[in-house]
């Protein structure tokens, strides 16, 4: 209780400090101290000092709300000498210009949340394209050494940009920049924005700067934004491939942990690039699959194992390149990798783990990855004849509702409303179920009369959410694509199942709007059905030649969307 009260006291003897201190930043004064680097560095004083850092660097260690106010009196102030100061940066020739943007870019960082950051997000992406291409030369003159220090004042970088002497002010500038980009791209709420923009070509660009942090921080992003046609568009996709193929021997010849922040990332990247065909078969080609089969075997300078999460990383990307005909063969033949995924489902927790909640946690998840992988090598193919030879029961369902874990306030909202004001029974997965997820799904899919996907980023991106679609398109059942991000355009596999298909966009239409509009579909699906069904009980089925060769139901059902594709074009 006493620590409440001084602390109290404390945020009241303050509290006219702050004031004071954010009253001087919002003055002509800071504004004159501004233009003294913008326009004669050397007439820098203490009085600039205290103005641009001093006060600023206070205001950031104070409450949150005396950060909000900082915001809501200069954000415009900025945003405008921003673009005053990219409208004559021509060619990046005067060092007070540089100066200046690395100033402003800096205080964004600091002060904007990431999205408040896409207020300005437009005049970063052209300030790229306005850089020449020298403009990354080493430029450590001593009498700009001291006003550059100053510059990147509390700021944390990557051991190769720490170093004023190893490296330039704008290799610092562009990773700051680039770091603030790239965790817009990470957000799922604005990433359809952020896409929207066509950035791909620009942060292309930057893969070619010679900083390893720079160039790694732009792929994690074209990882994130690049669509089909960006990857069509790119005049040598194995280059890409060839880079990661080298990041990955990296990691394995110096036996480094999965579970730090770059491999982390490297694995997230990974799996953005390996959803286009193009890079996928350029990773097959080079024999990136081994490098990742290595990962579930590796061990480190101790003769242990890595980590659950490491081979948890290395299992969900196989599960992406097994949905490929010729890594499935190959994944299949080989005795030793499908021992050791079945063994890995009856894993069980660490008893002597020091976080037993988080042990819990990795099982879980090496599990439910284990169970991906098997399912796309054996068992979605055991389940489809199985179900092929049973006579089809009446559903249990009338809906499946199939979601990404990002969209799931929405996708419970939905189901909500269905079962509540149109009493629809539907099967949704609520609480992230234990065991094998996929089987549950699988007979969710077999009990239903219709599939509502919901399309986003991240349900495409997800190896479990593709496991469902698929199983869905390949039994034939009614799917009706739901629209959960503004701006999202499905391509890749998820285009090729809902590209020609009406979808439903909640981003659009209000609520009530969209579930109205829903409903009808759902119904009309559900006629459609009724009509079918109907026609194919009075139809006698014809005897099949014997000798005809046997086609499976994912070559019928993409015979049969290619027929439909083709009769519409005509």
Same mark, same amino acid.
């Given at each position: 209780?006493?620590?409440?009260?001084?602390?109290?006291?404390?945020?009241?003897? %303050?509290?006219?400090?702050?004031?004071?201190?954010?009253?001087?930043?919002t003055?002509?004064?800071?504004?004159?101290?501004?233009?003294?680097i913008?326009?004669?560095?050397?007439?820098?004083?203490?009085?600039?000092?205290?103005?641009?850092?001093?006060?600023?660097?206070?205001?950031?260690?104070a409450k949150?709300?005396?950060?909000?106010?900082?915001?809501?009196?200069m954000?415009?102030?900025?945003?405008?000498?921003?673009?005053?100061?990219?409208?004559?940066?021509?060619?990046?020739?005067?060092?007070?210009?540089?100066?200046?943007?690395?100033?402003?870019?800096?205080?964004?960082?600091?002060?904007?949340?990431?999205?408040?950051?896409?207020?300005?997000?437009?005049?970063?992406?052209?300030?790229?394209?306005?850089?020449?291409?020298?403009?990354?030369?080493?430029?450590?003159?001593?009498?700009?050494?001291n006003?550059?220090?100053?510059?990147?004042?509390?700021?944390?970088?990557?051991? $190769?940009?720490n170093?004023?002497?190893?490296?330039? #002010?704008?290799?610092?500038?562009?990773?700051?920049? %680039?770091?603030?980009?790239?965790?817009?791209?990470?957000?799922?709420?604005?990433?359809?924005?952020?896409?929207?923009?066509?950035?791909?070509?620009?942060?292309?660009?930057?893969?070619?700067v010679?900083?390893?942090? #720079?160039?790694?921080?732009?792929?994690?992003?074209?990882?994130?934004?690049?669509?089909?046609?960006?990857?069509?568009?790119?005049?040598?996709?194995?280059?890409?491939?060839?880079?990661?193929? @080298?990041?990955?021997?990296?990691?394995?010849?110096?036996?480094?942990?999965? @579970?730090?922040i770059?491999?982390?990332?490297?694995?997230?990247?990974?799996k953005?690039?390996?959803?286009h $065909?193009?890079?996928?078969?350029?990773?097959?080609?080079?024999?990136?699959?081994?490098?990742?089969?290595?990962?579930?075997?590796?061990?480190?300078?101790?003769?242990?194992? /890595?980590?659950?999460?490491n081979?948890?990383?290395?299992?969900?990307?196989?599960c992406i %390149?097994?949905?490929?005909?010729?890594?499935?063969?190959?994944?299949?033949?080989?005795?030793?990798?499908?021992?050791?995924?079945?063994?890995?489902?009856?894993?069980?927790?660490?008893?002597?783990?020091?976080?037993?909640?988080?042990?819990?946690?990795?099982?879980?998840r #090496?599990?439910?990855?284990?169970?991906?992988? /098997?399912?796309?090598l054996?068992?979605?193919?055991?389940?489809?004849?199985n179900?092929?030879?049973?006579?089809?029961?009446?559903?249990?369902?009338?809906?499946?509702?199939s979601?990404?874990?990002?969209?799931? $306030?929405?996708?419970?909202?939905?189901?909500?409303?269905?079962?509540?004001?149109k009493?629809?029974?539907?099967?949704?997965?609520?609480?992230?179920?234990? @065991?094998?997820?996929?089987?549950?799904?699988?007979?969710?899919?077999?009990?239903?009369?219709?599939? %509502?996907?919901?399309?986003?980023?991240?349900?495409?991106?997800?190896?479990?959410?593709?496991?469902?679609?698929?199983?869905?398109?390949?039994r034939?059942?009614?799917?009706?694509? /739901?629209?959960?991000?503004?701006?999202?355009?499905?391509?890749?596999w998820? @285009?090729?199942?809902?590209g020609?298909?009406?979808?439903?966009?909640?981003?659009?239409?209000?609520?009530?709007?969209?579930?109205?509009?829903?409903?009808?579909?759902?119904e009309?699906?559900?006629?459609?059905?009724?009509?079918?069904?109907?026609?194919?009980?009075?139809?006698?089925?014809?005897?099949?030649?014997?000798?005809?060769?046997?086609?499976?139901p994912?070559m019928?059902?993409?015979?049969?969307?290619?027929?439909?594709?083709?009769?519409?074009y005509?």
């Amino acid at each position: 209780m006493t620590d409440y009260r001084e602390r109290d006291c404390l945020d009241i003897i %303050l509290k006219p400090l702050d004031q004071f201190v954010l009253a001087h930043i919002t003055t002509i004064n800071y504004k004159n101290s501004f233009e003294h680097i913008q326009n004669d560095p050397s007439t820098y004083n203490d009085k600039d000092e205290f103005f641009l850092f001093t006060c600023v660097n206070y205001i950031w260690s104070a409450k949150e709300d005396i950060n909000n106010e900082l915001f809501d009196r200069m954000s415009k102030y900025y945003e405008y000498m921003l673009k005053e100061l990219i409208f004559i940066s021509n060619k990046f020739e005067n060092k007070s210009i540089k100066n200046s943007l690395m100033y402003i870019i800096l205080i964004l960082n600091r002060l904007y949340t990431t999205k408040q950051f896409l207020n300005v997000f437009d005049d970063l992406i052209l300030l790229f394209n306005k850089m020449p291409d020298g403009f990354l030369l080493e430029d450590n003159s001593e009498e700009n050494q001291n006003y550059e220090i100053r510059i990147i004042w509390q700021a944390e970088f990557p051991p $190769d940009l720490n170093s004023l002497n190893e490296t330039s #002010i704008p290799a610092i500038f562009i990773y700051s920049i %680039l770091h603030n980009i790239y965790a817009c791209v990470c957000d799922s709420n604005i990433i359809s924005i952020i896409k929207d923009k066509h950035i791909a070509e620009t942060i292309l660009k930057l893969t070619t700067v010679n900083s390893q942090s #720079i160039q790694r921080l732009a792929y994690n992003i074209l990882a994130l934004v690049m669509s089909e046609n960006d990857v069509k568009k790119l005049p040598q996709p194995d280059q890409i491939t060839s880079v990661f193929i @080298g990041f990955l021997k990296e990691a394995h010849e110096k036996q480094s942990c999965l @579970g730090s922040i770059y491999h982390t990332q490297l694995i997230d990247t990974l799996k953005g690039f390996l959803q286009h $065909d193009q890079i996928k078969e350029e990773f097959i080609k080079q024999d990136g699959v081994s490098f990742i089969i290595k990962y579930l075997y590796q061990r480190d300078h101790y003769d242990c194992p /890595l980590s659950t999460p490491n081979q948890s990383d290395a299992l969900e990307l196989i599960c992406i %390149l097994a949905f490929d005909e010729q890594v499935a063969e190959i994944l299949k033949q080989n005795q030793l990798f499908m021992t050791t995924v079945k063994s890995i489902l009856t894993m069980e927790n660490n008893k002597y783990a020091c976080d037993e909640k988080q042990e819990q946690k990795d099982v879980e998840r #090496i599990k439910k990855a284990a169970n991906g992988v /098997l399912w796309v090598l054996e068992n979605e193919e055991k389940t489809l004849k199985n179900n092929n030879n049973e006579q089809r029961n009446k559903e249990v369902y009338d809906l499946m509702i199939s979601y990404s874990w990002n969209d799931m $306030d929405l996708a419970h909202k939905i189901s909500d409303y269905l079962i509540a004001n149109k009493h629809y029974n539907v099967w949704i997965d609520r609480d992230k179920m234990h @065991g094998s997820i996929i089987d549950s799904m699988a007979s969710a899919i077999e009990n239903s009369n219709t599939v %509502l996907m919901c399309m986003s980023e991240t349900y495409k991106r997800s190896e479990n959410c593709k496991a469902e679609a698929e199983y869905a398109r390949k039994r034939k059942r009614s799917i009706i694509p /739901l629209m959960m991000r503004e701006k999202y355009d499905p391509d890749g596999w998820l @285009g090729f199942i809902c590209g020609q298909k009406l979808y439903i966009d909640f981003t659009q239409y209000e609520f009530e709007i969209a579930m109205n509009k829903l409903t009808a579909e759902i119904e009309k699906n559900r006629q459609n059905n009724q009509q079918q069904q109907l026609s194919s009980s009075t139809t006698p089925k014809p005897i099949q030649n014997e000798t005809e060769p046997k086609t499976t139901p994912s070559m019928m059902s993409i015979q049969e969307e290619t027929k439909l594709t083709t009769q519409q074009y005509v």
